[in-house]
């Protein structure tokens, strides 16, 4: 039976007047509770929520002082594509729940870092550093051995045959005195400078632009007569009385050396320069007694502990113990035991043998080759170009970091610090790096110098086996990040430019035959994909510290200064002057954006079928780069060979990133809310491009511009280019345009603080961690609020 209508209304209106009460008892309590209560009540908004839907006003957690209340659990799956700001940063939900309530005010923790003094053979025989931490030399280049006794010998030239006398072609090739410790070309004894290097070209002799390997300049290099000096004899004043002229092909290719003689001695590039500890030799460091380490920056007990360097000493407490020799010998290992007060992430750095890094960068043939920076005539740093900078400023950021520890018993993460990039550039140079063995692939050779750091590692330290390398870190940053990785590493965590996550373009997409990586055996590579998001991490690309950029503001300029609609300057195909021959260069993608709206002529006249005025589409290299990505609403990100730099292009100068490239992630794509600050077209939709661009409206503009604004900073490697500065102005007091440009740069985070933050995110939420005894050891170190 059915009961009355006017008593089903009379209960229902009950339970309406009930529930009102119960909803404003509990809006009562939210509004006078503390603001980071808040996400409570947001959990489960759509993608249009305040909290930081797409372009909403996104509420700062880490803003608020006051401790929020605890919480058991992370947000729930209805929270996905809501951000959560962090340090001005849109977060993807969960990692910026963490940061907000952890990352800040997890508290500092005890460490007991070893520093020892343990003796090496024979002092490593004048050539070589000693780790005092394991006792073992690292042998200078060209010299091996437990004492680094024994010489190699490292030929300049491949095998002679009657047609080539000295060889086929190589970048070491000599017609004069070939140093053998490290396959590179000098003028040689029974010459007036015995230490100048002979470039490739200029021993040899020219047919028109062409070289003839076969036929040394033997007049060129070593003339000694009164009327001809060769390139070995002649001074500085031969060539201003004008009597004299030396071939433009002799230069000062090698590090180290300035001056059109290469008369002038400069500073060379070193890891971290030495730390100021150590001598510079193009790429090696020579430490002083005491210190010892890739930069030497790490001390012995022989130094003062008022001299120990910053990311040691820092928060120290008392010493926990000291043992020290009884002879003059040092029969016995001298060590000090001192407990540090640090924070997490703590890592630690392995200092591998020296032809994993420090003999890449002291064999190079050409200075620029790896490196990002340089040193002029009057020892003034220039920074260089170098598209695969990151590798280096990363390395040289978490050596003077206070997050590193020599403890690896304590260590959250381990940084295995293979120098790749400069392997590839350097694959073939010299016929000890010769690729023969490896199928003629630099991508080949360099996964081969990977696992031989495995091995090395995983037999010499005991970190590895314990996690199967779970907590190990490894830079990839080749055009085509890790897809090249040895199978034996996979477990590890991937640093890389290129997030290809294999989605779509599960193949080498590089033009560059030598650097793919489809015919590589499964049976060293494996079936792994190029990127993995659960694990990995896209890092920004190397960017040229231009002052300018600090100076114009440019990331400050405002919507209404910025006339153009859609911008992208760039190598566009075959169908242009000087384009790229290849059909699959950028996996076409280039080719199809130009053939819609390009607004430069192809090589037969035509333009783009839907030309407009305020989208540039052009290939013509410009001198008002920056000028003109500052001008811009938007700014095209399309791949190369592999990654390319528009995204940093794009943040730095503060015009929305159009992201085309289906399936291959970006830098922090898959820890950022991309979504608050980029624009991401399907590759199918390139001829909407404008109409999807015309389509986001003013606050949607407005949104994305504030939040470019505030993170541009985390693109660039801000702390590498500030410790360069003080170095500049603690050895040789000088403060350079850029130096003094950076240094007043407002103080917010850059790639290595972002980095960190993902770090610390990892470490308590890793699936394979999670459990584990040692981890909850870690917890302990938390806030009580922290979601577990």
């Known amino acids: 039976m059915h009961a009355p209508t006017w008593l089903w209304i009379r209960s229902s209106s009950v339970v309406l007047r009930l529930g009102l009460l119960l909803a404003s008892l509990f809006l009562a309590y939210y509004l006078l509770a503390p603001l980071p209560a808040l996400p409570a009540l947001l959990w489960f908004k759509s993608d249009h929520s305040l909290v930081s839907s797409k372009f909403a006003s996104p509420i700062s957690l880490g803003s608020v002082n006051r401790s929020p209340p605890p919480r058991t659990s992370y947000p729930p799956p209805s929270s996905q594509g809501v951000s959560i700001q962090y340090r001005n940063a849109p977060w993807k939900w969960n990692v910026g729940y963490w940061l907000s309530h952890c990352y800040d005010h997890s508290r500092t923790i005890s460490v007991e870092e070893t520093i020892s003094d343990k003796p090496c053979p024979e002092d490593c025989s004048g050539h070589g550093n000693c780790n ?3 006792g073992r030399c690292r042998c200078f280049h060209g010299y091996h051995g437990p004492s680094c006794k024994n010489v190699l010998n490292l030929q300049c030239n491949l095998k002679a045959s009657e047609d080539s006398p000295y060889g086929k072609w190589v970048v070491s090739i000599c017609p004069a005195y070939c140093d053998k410790t490290k396959a590179m070309c000098f003028c040689g004894n029974g010459t007036k400078y015995p230490d100048r290097p002979v470039a490739e070209s200029c021993g040899f002799e020219l047919k028109g632009n062409l070289v003839d ?3 040394a300049d033997f007049q060129n290099i070593f003339a000694n007569e009164d009327t001809k000096k060769g390139w070995c004899n002649i001074d500085v004043t031969d060539l201003i009385d004008g009597h004299m002229q030396v071939k433009e092909q002799c230069d000062c290719k090698y590090d180290c050396t300035a001056g059109r003689f290469c008369e002038i001695a400069i500073q060379c590039f070193c890891i971290n320069q030495c730390s100021g500890n150590g001598i510079c030799n193009g790429g090696s460091c020579q430490c002083r007694k005491g210190w010892y380490g890739i930069d030497c920056s790490v001390p012995s007990p022989l130094i003062a502990k008022t001299d120990w360097p910053e990311w040691l000493r820092r928060e120290e407490a008392l010493p926990v113990s000291e043992f020290v020799p009884s002879d003059a010998n040092r029969t016995y290992t001298r060590s000090k035991s001192v407990q540090f007060q640090k924070r997490h992430p703590l890592i630690y750095i392995y200092d591998l043998p ?11 043939h050409w200075r620029y080759e790896c490196v990002n920076r340089l040193y002029d005539q009057e020892n003034t740093t220039f920074w260089t170009s170098q598209l695969y900078g990151a590798e280096i400023a990363l390395y040289e950021s978490l050596l003077n970091s206070p997050h590193r520890t020599l403890n690896g018993e304590e260590a959250d993460f381990f940084y295995v610090p293979v120098l790749g990039a400069c392997l590839i550039a350097r694959a073939d140079e010299t016929p000890h790096l ?3 063995n490896f199928m003629g692939l630099r991508s080949y050779i360099t996964l081969d110098l990977f696992r031989q750091a495995y091995f090395h590692i995983s037999q010499s330290y005991p970190f590895w086996n314990r996690t199967a390398g779970r907590d190990h870190i490894w830079f990839f940053s080749w055009d085509e990040g890790a897809c090249y990785a040895p199978k034996e590493i996979w477990n590890s965590m991937m640093l890389v430019h290129w997030g290809n996550t294999n989605a779509k373009y599960n193949y080498s997409t590089t033009c560059y035959l030598a650097d793919s990586w489809n015919a590589i055996p499964i049976t060293d590579r494996g079936d792994h994909v190029c990127f993995n998001p659960q694990k990995d991490l896209v890092m920004p690309a190397w960017k040229l510290p231009d002052p300018d950029l600090v100076t114009k ?4 300029r405002t919507k209404a200064q910025r006339k153009i609609l859609f911008y992208f300057n760039g190598n566009l195909g075959n169908a242009y002057e000087y384009g790229r021959p290849e059909e699959n260069y950028s996996m076409g993608l280039r080719q199809k954006l130009a053939k819609v709206f390009g607004s430069s002529p192809t090589k037969d006249g035509l333009l783009g079928r839907q030309v407009t005025q305020d989208v540039i589409v052009t290939n013509r290299r410009s001198n008002h780069y920056s000028e003109e990505l500052a001008s811009s609403k938007f700014c095209g990100v399309l ?5 390319s730099g528009r995204m940093e292009d794009s943040i730095l100068h503060g015009c929305i990133p159009v992201i085309i490239q289906d399936g291959i992630q970006l830098p922090y794509e898959n820890v950022l809310e991309y979504r608050d600050f980029t624009v991401r077209i399907e590759e199918e939709k390139i001829p909407q491009l404008v109409q999807i661009l015309r389509a986001i ?4 503009l407005d949104m994305m511009f504030t939040v470019i604004k505030s993170i541009w900073q985390r693109f660039f490697y801000r702390d590498s280019v500030l410790k360069e500065a003080q170095r500049q102005k ?8 850029w130096a003094s440009a950076f240094s007043t740069l407002e103080k917010e985070e850059d790639a290595l603080s972002t980095f960190l933050q993902v770090l610390h995110y990892k470490l308590y939420n890793d699936r394979w961690r999670l459990g584990s005894p040692k981890q909850q050891l870690k917890k302990a170190f938390l806030p009580e609020d922290c979601p577990v």
């Open 132 to 134: 005092h931490g394991d």
């Open 697 to 700: 409206n003013e606050t949607e």
């Open 730 to 737: 603690k050895y040789f007091n000088k403060s350079s345009h």
């Open 354 to 364: 020296p032809e994993f890094n420090s003999h890449l960068l002291e064999g190079r």
């Open 639 to 643: 791949p190369g060979d592999g990654w």
């Open 553 to 556: 503001r440019y990331w400050e």
């Open 213 to 215: 390997w076969a036929k």
């Open 434 to 436: 010769n690729m023969k």
